[in-house]
Nanobody, 119 residues
Framework: QVQLVESGGGLVQAGGSLRLSCAAS????????MGWYRQAPGNQRELVAT???????NYADSVKGRFTISRDNAANTVYLQMNTLKPEDTATYYC?????????????WGRGTQVTVSS
């Protein structure tokens, strides 16, 4: 069983910063991609950023230049540094892992952490 535990969300004023963390635990043989998605009320879940085991990153256009994703492969942990936050960044942020586990190749999600940016 793979578990993803997010932390670091909270309330911040526009222009501020937050750092999200997501630690993966369980029987994980290899991780292909880890990433962050977000979902605001009334909206679909959308990609924020992903990072491969080799360090290749991908960002949504809306966060390029403001957010940075990084990964500690040894600790199975992924981070999201969010700078210059805007009210439109307000959402629940979910950690995602795609990788090979004891049960086969899987797509796993954390429970989410709330980020609220006040104007």
């Amino acid at each position: 069983q793979v578990q993803l535990v997010e932390s670091g969300g909270g309330l911040v004023q526009a222009g501020g910063s937050l750092r999200l963390s997501c630690a993966a635990s369980g029987t994980i043989f290899s991780i292909n991609v880890m990433g962050w998605y977000r979902q605001a009320p009334g909206n679909q879940r959308e990609l924020v950023a992903t990072v491969t085991g080799g360090g290749n990153t991908n960002y949504a256009d809306s966060v390029k230049g403001r957010f940075t994703i990084s990964r500690d492969n040894a600790a199975n942990t992924v981070y999201l540094q969010m700078n210059t936050l805007k009210p439109e960044d307000t959402a629940t942020y979910y950690c995602n892992l795609k990788g090979l586990t004891r049960s086969g190749y899987g797509d796993f999600w954390g429970r989410g952490t709330q980020v609220t940016v006040s104007s």
